[in-house]
């Protein structure tokens, strides 16, 4: 069964500094991951999406990469800033459209 | 992208009742997912709904415990039957359509 866990589970910096998010899965046969963002009582927003055969996709400041063989990803996050502050998870897609979550990582980004 | 739907938004519901969440996409989809997040945790999936067939469960969840419809290809319904505390809990229906999963903004459910 695939398992996925985030490090850290928490996160405090100050505003402006660049940060990494790790995410680790235990199966590599995986179709995409997916990285979200959930605000406190929210539901989840997308951030970004590699599928299987690539290695990383941008947007804006975020960065995420993939490493299937190795089973891990990563979420960076540069000039952090306030509103960033959110629970972020990692998730695996594998067959049938099932997604694995993680465990997620809760930044804090103080002004 | 799909824009996807859920009420109600929250509720508080008696011990040994029943609630039932509806979850509407703005577009056609094969298969529905939801999901189960309780308090502190990640997501969990419940079961996978497919339009014209009963719905798949994982392991740990029950067609008695979790009725599931889905009458049509944009539409499902999740009912949490005879609740309990156990079962206070944030509830998000899903879908994947290639260009990655997008989630409804989630049911609060709290048991009393």
């Known amino acids: 069964k695939q398992e996925v866990t985030q490090i850290p589970a928490a996160l405090s910096v100050p505003e402006g500094e660049n940060l990494v998010l790790n995410c680790s899965f235990t199966?590599?046969?995986?179709?995409?991951l997916q990285w979200f963002r959930q605000d406190p009582g929210k539901g989840l927003t997308s951030l970004l999406l590699?599928?299987?055969?690539?290695r990383e996709q941008t947007s804006g400041r975020l960065n995420a990469s993939l490493d299937k063989s190795s089973g891990r990803s990563t979420l960076y996050i540069a000039a952090s800033q306030p509103g960033d502050s959110a629970t972020y998870l990692c998730?695996?897609?594998?067959?049938?459209?099932?997604?694995?979550f993680g465990s997620g990582t809760k930044l804090n980004v103080k002004p | 992208s799909a824009v996807i739907s859920q009420k109600p938004s929250r509720d508080i519901c008696q011990r040994g009742t029943s609630l039932t969440i509806q979850c509407q996409v703005d577009?056609?989809?094969?298969?529905m997912f939801w999901y189960r997040q309780q308090p502190g945790q990640s997501l969990t999936l419940i079961a996978t709904?497919?339009?014209?067939?009963?719905?798949?469960?994982e392991s740990g969840f029950v067609i008695d415990k979790f009725p599931i419809s889905r009458p049509n290809l944009t539409f499902s319904t999740l009912t949490v039957s005879n609740m309990s505390p156990e079962d206070s809990s944030i509830y998000l229906c899903?879908?994947?359509?290639?260009?990655?999963?997008?989630f409804g903004p989630g049911t609060r459910l709290t048991v009393l």
């Open positions: 199966d590599s046969a995986i179709y995409n």
């Open positions: 709904a497919n339009q014209g067939s009963e719905a798949t469960y």
């Open positions: 577009s056609q989809v094969t298969m």
């Open positions: 899903s879908v994947e359509n290639g260009a990655g999963g997008f």
């Open positions: 590699i599928q299987s055969s690539q």
């Open positions: 998730a695996v897609i594998g067959a049938f459209n099932k997604f694995y």
